[in-house]
């Protein structure tokens, strides 16, 4: 699934460049975050949280344009699932909560349209597909579980960080923004992403010794719903 959506957009590129009228690309970084906010304070969080760094392509026709990017971004405790237990020799008011900490590499293709041309800046929409790989992630989970299981045997511990967690390797995404070009150099791109497939999902769970324990059935909200704020540079 990977290889051959990275080969679809590579065949979309390679297509759109010839027939282009301009090709520009240049570096980008930013940051992600679940709120739109100018507060110099939300804005230096979102750096520190969500640090966001890569490379993009332009391919004009006109005022129609395709650009495909390649992002490196890290999730800080974006998701959170919390589970409650399935009475195997727990305490009725236990509960476990994760925290994942992801890294990640996106690959959005955006097809947008300059709407607005003031020689100084150009304003832009642009919309499209997106996938997400997670490259590595550190599930961590708030406590140390000990306890004799309902059915007997002997006492089982849990230790955090001693479990395997697995992340799906792909998640799709659709996103919708605005951009905005200053002296033909300089972006600023404002884009939401809406996940359409989860990051986590409870099966990948349930697979795993907490699993057995805890119920995470319920686990529905690690779709990838954030805002991407950058700034890059055309050459």
């Known amino acids: 699934m990977k290889k051959s959506f990275l080969l679809l957009a590579a065949a979309l590129i390679l297509s759109c460049m010839t027939f282009a009228q301009s090709l520009s690309f240049g570096p980008k970084v930013g940051y992600q975050t679940a709120k739109l906010s100018t507060s110099k304070a939300d804005i230096k969080s979102g750096f520190q949280e969500h640090f966001?760094?890569?490379?993009f392509a332009r391919v004009n026709f006109d005022k129609l344009y395709v650009q495909p990017e390649i992002l490196w971004f890290k999730d800080g405790n974006v998701f959170t699932v919390d589970a409650t237990n399935q009475g195997q020799g727990i305490l009725p008011e236990e509960h476990v909560k994760i925290n994942w900490n992801l890294m990640n590499l996106q690959v959005p293709?955006?097809?947008?349209?300059?709407?607005?041309?003031f020689n100084v800046a150009t304003v832009r929409v642009q919309a499209g597909p997106t996938a997400n790989f997670v490259?590595?992630?550190?599930?961590?989970?708030?406590?140390t579980f000990s306890f004799i299981p309902s059915e007997g045997g002997e006492e089982v511990t849990i230790h955090e960080g001693d479990e395997a967690f697995n992340t799906k390797s792909i998640a799709w995404g659709i996103q919708l923004g605005v951009g905005c070009d200053i002296l033909k150099k300089i972006t600023l791109d404002i884009n939401y992403n809406w996940g359409i497939s989860k990051m986590i999902g409870s099966r990948l769970i349930n697979t795993t010794?907490?699993?057995?324990?805890?119920?995470?059935?319920?686990?529905d909200h690690t779709k990838q719903n954030l805002f991407m704020v950058t700034v890059g540079y055309k050459f």
């Not at 966001?52 to 490379?55: C, F, P, Q, V």
């Not at 293709?109 to 041309?117: C, N, R, S």
């Not at 010794?209 to 995470?216: I, M, N, Q, T, V």
């Open 52 to 55: 966001t760094l890569g490379i």
């Open 209 to 219: 010794k907490l699993g057995e324990y805890f119920d995470f059935e319920n686990v």
């Open 109 to 117: 293709v955006l097809v947008g349209y300059e709407i607005l041309d």
């Open 135 to 143: 490259i590595g992630d550190k599930p961590v989970f708030d406590k």
